[in-house]
């Protein structure tokens, strides 16, 4: 089993900066695929940035430019740097972090979301 806290959610001014922090614990061999969704007020959740274990990244179209991803293997985290924030960007973020099981197979695991509002 893995878990996942995300940390770093809040209250920011547009044109601000927030970083989120996301640790996995648990019974962890190895991490894949770690990354970030968001999901606002009656929108589906989106993708916003995803990190592999070989450090290639992926971003959504819309934070492309201003939010930077990043992981330390070592400490089994994922970051997100959120830059240039606008109003739009306001949603709970949801880390996740895809992870073999003892069978074999890849599951993906979730944190409970961390909140950020981008508002005057």
């Known amino acids: 089993q893995v878990h996942l806290v995300e940390s770093g959610g809040g209250l920011v001014q547009p044109g601000g900066s927030l970083r989120l922090s996301c640790v996995a614990s648990?019974?962890?061999?190895?991490?894949?695929?770690m990354g970030w969704y968001r999901q606002a007020p009656g929108k589906q959740r989106e993708l916003v940035a995803v990190?592999?274990?070989?450090?290639?990244?992926n971003y959504g179209d819309s934070v492309k430019g201003r939010f930077t991803i990043s992981r330390d293997n070592a400490k089994k985290t994922v970051s997100l740097q959120m830059n240039s924030l606008k109003p739009e960007d306001t949603a709970v973020f949801y880390c996740?972090?895809?992870?073999?099981?003892?069978?074999?197979?890849?599951?993906?695991?979730w944190g409970q979301g961390t909140q950020v509002t981008v508002s005057s």
């Open positions: 990190i592999t274990s070989g450090e290639s990244t």
């Open positions: 648990g019974s962890i061999f190895s991490i894949d695929t």
């Open positions: 996740f972090a895809d992870a073999p099981t003892a069978g074999g197979t890849i599951r993906t695991y």
